[in-house]
Nanobody, 124 residues
Framework: QVQLVESGGGLVQAGGSLSLSCAAS????????MGWFRQAPGKEREFVAA????????NYADSVKGRFTISRDNAKNTVSLQMNSLKPEDTAVYYC?????????????????WGQGTQVTVSS
């Protein structure tokens, strides 16, 4: 089992940057593929980015490609999301998630563990 705690959210102006971090408990972090999802008010939770357990493969939602970067540090049990050129439509609660699977990482139903979320607000 793994517990996930996100941090780094906040309020930023459009065009600005934020870096989110997710700290995972447990000694098997390197066996989990990790994802970031987000949920805006009144909308469904949507995929943002994912990274394979070894860090060798990443994928992104089209809406964030070229602006966001996911990375992980298996020695520190952390996964990060660097968000640049933020837009008001990026405003949402951002969730970190973990799965022992390695396929279709854009599907939220593939994930076994979720953090509590961190709020990101981008003002125009």
């Amino acid at each position: 089992q793994v517990q996930l705690v996100e941090s780094g959210g906040g309020l930023v102006q459009a065009g600005g940057s934020l870096s989110l971090s997710c700290a995972a408990s447990g000694r098997t972090f390197s066996t989990y593929s990790m994802g970031w999802f987000r949920q805006a008010p009144g909308k469904e939770r949507e995929f943002v980015a994912a990274i394979s357990y070894g860090g060798g493969s990443t994928n992104y939602a089209d809406s964030v490609k070229g602006r966001f970067t996911i990375s992980r540090d298996n020695a520190k049990n952390t996964v990060s999301l660097q968000m640049n050129s933020l837009k008001p439509e990026d405003t949402a609660v951002y969730y970190c998630a973990a799965t022992t699977g390695y396929g279709a990482l854009y599907l939220k139903d593939h994930y076994d563990y979720w953090g509590q979320g961190t709020q990101v607000t981008v003002s125009s």
